[in-house]
């Protein structure tokens, strides 16, 4: 007798290019999508965020003598404010970004802007060395927070293909700032005094803040943390690697 067949159950088997082409639609799709979600970033108002915080690392290389004369001490007791600034500016660096993982990194950059601001409006009141000391120590810890944390979130938010040039124009604020900030900070002294400059930037710092703050409205600045540690991991990952060690010993030595 015949043999009976089976009955057919075998499915249709894609070829390759009908396999190849729903995914390349599907992955770009997806990209598409992400950078639809995505506003596009106000990358010159993250760089003039640079170039407030980097002013405050040059402004005082014309200020010290007048500094110095209107506050009855030495030059060289009055260049105690740059360590009082610069130390603080590179230490807050080793703990800005897993602060910036948790709690996201627009929002960590606006509130450090906010406390710079404040913290140079203080400095400009500022009665004797000690106080001025004591503000320039709090303005560079803020300070120190602003460029990373927003180096990181381009990096995060823009397209490999982008993020060159994107970084490249972030970049020439603390390029200007390296150029400008001490002669400006001069010319100013020279015409007002030397609290002068030091009420300039903080105003202008906390004009950017505000600005950045209203960019984010609201419901970005009100936003629960980010559960779990995934920054604060990776760095310990980082310190338990010989070659993790010392890239960071290399990197703060520099």
């Keep these: 007798s015949a043999r009976c067949a089976p009955p057919d159950s075998r499915r249709e088997v894609p070829s390759s290019g009908d396999e190849i082409k729903p995914r390349a639609a599907l992955d770009a799709a997806q990209h598409a ?32 003598p ?16 740059v360590a009082a600034f610069v130390l603080p500016y ?42 001025l000391i004591a503000f320039r120590i709090a303005a560079g810890l803020c300070g120190g ?14 397209a490999y293909e982008e993020r060159q040039a994107a970084i490249g124009r972030f970049s020439t604020g603390m390029v200007m700032a390296m150029l400008l900030g001490g002669p400006g900070s001069g010319v100013i002294a020279d015409l007002a005094g030397w609290r002068v400059p030091f009420l300039v930037l903080a105003l202008v710092s906390l004009g950017v803040c505000v600005a950045m703050a209203a960019r984010l409205g609201l419901a970005g600045l009100l936003r629960p943390p980010a559960r779990g540690a995934a ?12 070659s993790g060690r010392r890239l960071l010993g290399v990197a703060f030595g520099n």
């Design 33 to 64: 999508s992400d950078h639809a979600a995505v506003s596009p970033l106000p990358i010159g108002l993250y760089a003039l965020a640079g170039f407030c915080t980097g002013s405050g690392m040059r402004m005082l290389d014309a200020l010290l």
């Design 66 to 81: 007048l500094l110095a004369g209107d506050l009855g001490i030495s030059v060289a007791a009055a260049t105690g404010l």
């Design 90 to 131: 590179g230490l807050v660096q080793l703990v800005a970004g897993p602060f910036g993982d948790r709690f996201g990194k627009p929002r960590v950059a606006t509130a450090a802007l906010g406390g710079y601001g404040i913290a140079m409006l203080a400095a400009a009141a500022a009665p004797d060395l000690p106080a």
């Design 145 to 158: 927070a602003v460029i990373p944390v927003l180096m990181a979130h381009l990096g995060d938010a823009i």
């Design 231 to 242: 920054g604060v991991a990776g760095y310990r990952a980082l310190l338990e690697s010989r």
